[in-house]
């Protein structure tokens, strides 16, 4: 079966903040060690093809610019990609968050749920405008040119994780699929 039409089909379209989960690619998880958080996904649920990622693009707070800087990984066991992300130094809190205040306690924990949509402003205006019907908006947004842009969404008070819209471009998909293919 192709992963690629499993996985990144061409998305529900968003007129509604349910349509945002027919589309799940991905689930993210803070953790704050990165090398053991890859070895303890491997060892405890068998997330064996797991790599390491470049940070990169602009990371913005509301439209503003924000310094930020984490560390990332991403893997898959032939279906959803697993995201495990290393908050390090800059805007990081809204990772922090949940993770124990003991920074010396080994933790991963569910940040968010990953989900795309068809690209473009006018489809992104499009979600902003959803969202304000409900109160919510676009908190944080990291923009890799040619390749995403992703925006994060407070749904803690009520789902308890955050929804990641990501805009995804052919570059994106292609690694994303072949990461799923490559995998067991």
Avoid at 21 to 32: C, K, L
Avoid at 122 to 133: N, T, Y
Avoid at 134 to 145: A, D, F, G, H, Q
Wanted: glycine fraction near 8%; hydrophobic fraction near 45%; charged fraction near 25%.
């Amino acid at each position: 079966m192709n992963r690629r039409t499993d996985l990144f089909a061409a998305p529900r379209p968003v007129r509604a903040l349910a349509d945002l989960f027919a589309n799940v690619w991905q689930f993210g998880y803070v953790t704050n060690d990165l090398d053991r958080a890859i070895d303890f996904m491997s060892e405890r649920f068998g997330l064996e093809h797991c790599l390491k990622l470049p940070a990169g693009g602009t990371f913005l707070v509301g439209d503003e610019p924000g310094e930020f800087e984490a560390k990332f990984a991403m893997g898959s066991r032939g279906g959803k990609i697993i995201e495990l992300i290393e908050p390090v130094d800059g805007v990081v809190d809204f990772y922090r968050q949940i993770l124990p205040a003991d920074r010396q306690e080994f933790a991963v924990r569910l940040h968010h749920i990953a989900t795309f949509m068809e690209s473009g402003d006018e489809a992104w205006e499009r979600l902003r405008q959803i969202l304000a019907a409900s109160n919510l908006k676009v908190e944080y947004t990291l923009v890799i040119p040619d390749r995403v842009r992703a925006g994060y969404i407070d749904t803690t008070p009520e789902l308890g994780h955050w929804l990641e819209v990501c805009q995804l471009q052919r570059e994106d998909i292609d690694f994303f699929t072949s990461l799923v293919d490559d995998s067991v």
